[in-house]
């Protein structure tokens, strides 16, 4: 039975990766349609989760594949969401992000933590799913614009899930504060350098 469990599971996993390759193919865009109004990101654009959800799930379906989210965290001053991944024929995995209720922009409590929720559900997503966005014209800007934000974030994102020691994370949180503090972003750097924080302290545990 302990054999016929491994293999079932290793052909899950197969199937996982086989549909996964396949969704790939499909090129998905997800468009920055939402352009921000005021602050330091003024006139940038970005997707929010009901783009990148509807951008995904048909692609993500036609080949037996289907996202969801968990609030596995849920503190005073903390919440972490994860997004499963999972196939039709039980393979599944996950990718979880953290970070503080959002109080910024007078929100009262609830809307701070929605807000983060919200934000962290988009960034798990993509994550999982391996694609980013891309804005849907140059914002009058032209040719070689900064990179915004969140543009910032997904790149250091991606190179932190990757990082395997300690060493990768200093490396990584080093490059991402300076893109951080180019763009201006203190609310994106402030949330990357608890994750590094965070896996560092992970890898460290994991090396005792």
């Known amino acids: 039975m302990a054999l016929q469990t491994q293999w079932e599971a290793k052909e899950a996993k197969r199937a996982f990766d086989a549909a996964f390759s396949a969704f790939k193919a499909e090129a998905v865009t997800i468009i920055k349609g ?6 330091p990101l003024k006139n940038k654009s ?6 990148v959800v509807n951008a995904v ?5 036609k080949h037996g594949l289907s996202s969801s989210w968990k609030l596995t965290k849920d503190e005073k001053d903390w919440m972490e969401v994860t997004c499963y991944l999972r196939h039709v024929n039980g393979h599944e ?12 922009g007078a929100k009262n409590a609830i809307q701070a933590r929605a807000s983060t929720k919200t934000y962290l559900e988009r960034y798990t997503l993509k994550a999982i799913t391996g694609l980013s966005e891309q804005a849907d ?9 900064k990179p915004s934000g969140d543009e910032t974030f997904m790149k250091y994102e991606s190179q932190l899930l990757d990082a395997a020691t300690v060493d990768d994370v200093r490396r990584i949180r080093a490059l991402a504060g300076a893109a951080f503090e180019a763009v201006g972003d ?13 896996k560092k302290a992970t890898l460290e ?4």
């Open 93 to 104: 995995e996950s990718v979880s992000m953290g970070g503080p209720p959002d109080a910024g």
């Open 46 to 51: 970005y997707a929010e989760l009901h783009d």
């Open 34 to 39: 939402r352009k921000v109004t005021d602050g």
């Open 57 to 61: 799930t048909p692609a993500l379906s």
């Open 205 to 208: 545990g994991g090396a005792q």
């Open 137 to 145: 014209d140059d914002d009058g800007n032209g040719k070689g614009q």
């Open 186 to 198: 203190v609310k994106g750097w402030n949330q990357f350098k608890t994750m590094a924080d965070k």
